[in-house]
């Protein structure tokens, strides 16, 4: 039984599992399987492709044809799972695949699970040091208090929207994290978008963790470093809560700004690794010496 995170592909649809009752050999493919209760469901997986290779479909002339392939509770518990095409040269004669939107989003979410975006913030140390050190002189610039004062709640969104886009645009252009298939073929135009979608979410969900990250630390600076009487002099506002709230949160969008600059000083592996998972990595380096060759 082999199980891996990358996705797999056959005949334009994303494979779940493949059995070779012949060989007694199962592989499944985690992605498909959603990004959550993934424990639950690769396990299901592995017991109905285990209990599907120990059947009587593997001694061979008691088992159902080869083009009926069987339908189980492997199906009926892991939908939108459906059996896929098999060729007659493949070593396989049972497979999964999923298909539709549903079955796209499921893959995608389990590629972007698989690769654990909470890895960006901790995996790019001179972004987040940058982001903190502009964080911290922000806080205390006068022309931005006059700024978060000044400022309505919705261009502060399109202020957050804004830095968080350019973070994460910056992130995918400076370690050309964007895939390019040399293949003009439908199948892998669709990969292609499968793993740039993946990219996107991945570095966005990071970004935005260290964004969140950005505005409680900014809110204890401010609690500790601001002074009411000094503030309320330059802005002509109290400063209360709201007050805080609303630097903290224009603060961490200028914070971003300075960490997206700040994240070209790391490298390009380093981007990577704190991107993708170990597997993903391996397969992108692989492509990159295909094309190469």
């Known amino acids: 039984m082999a199980i891996t995170d990358l996705p797999l592909h056959s005949h334009g649809r994303k494979l779940v599992v493949d059995l070779s009752h012949e060989h007694g050999l199962a592989l499944l493919s985690l992605p498909p399987l959603g990004g959550l209760r993934l424990q639950t469901r690769a396990r299901r997986a592995v017991e109905e492709a285990v209990l599907s290779l120990a059947g009587p479909r593997a001694t061979g002339a008691e088992g159902p044809p080869r083009s009926q392939p069987l339908l189980g509770p492997f199906v009926s518990r892991l939908a939108p799972i459906h059996p896929g095409q098999v ?25 972007v699970r698989a690769n654990r975006p909470w890895r960006l913030v901790p995996g790019l140390s001179k972004a987040l040091a940058a982001a ?25 969104v399109i202020a957050t929207v804004g830095s968080v886009a350019l973070m994460i645009g910056w992130l995918i252009v400076d370690a050309q994290l964007w895939h390019r298939s040399a293949e003009v073929s439908r199948e892998a135009r669709q990969r292609a978008r499968l793993y740039n979608a993946s990219t996107v979410m991945t570095v966005g969900i990071g970004v935005l963790v260290c964004y969140a990250g950005l505005i409680v630390i900014n ?40 960490g997206a600059l700040g994240s070209g000083l ?5 981007i990577r690794a704190a991107a993708y998972s170990k597997r993903e990595q391996e397969r992108r380096r692989i492509l990159q010496d295909d094309d190469g060759d």
């Open 132 to 156: 903190l050190a502009t964080g911290a002189v922000a806080t205390v610039n006068s022309t931005i208090w006059n700024l978060a004062e000044s400022l309505s709640a919705p261009r502060l």
């Open 219 to 258: 809110l204890v600076w401010a609690l500790f470093i601001l002074n009411g009487q000094v503030f309320a002099s330059t802005t002509r506002t109290p400063l209360h809560a709201a007050e805080y709230w609303t630097l903290s949160w224009f603060v961490a969008s200028v914070a971003t700004v300075g």
């Open 87 to 111: 060729g007659e040269e493949e070593t396989a004669d049972l497979r999964y695949v999923v298909s539709g939107p549903r079955g796209y989003l499921r893959v995608l979410v389990g590629m």
């Open 266 to 270: 790391e490298s390009d592996e380093a």
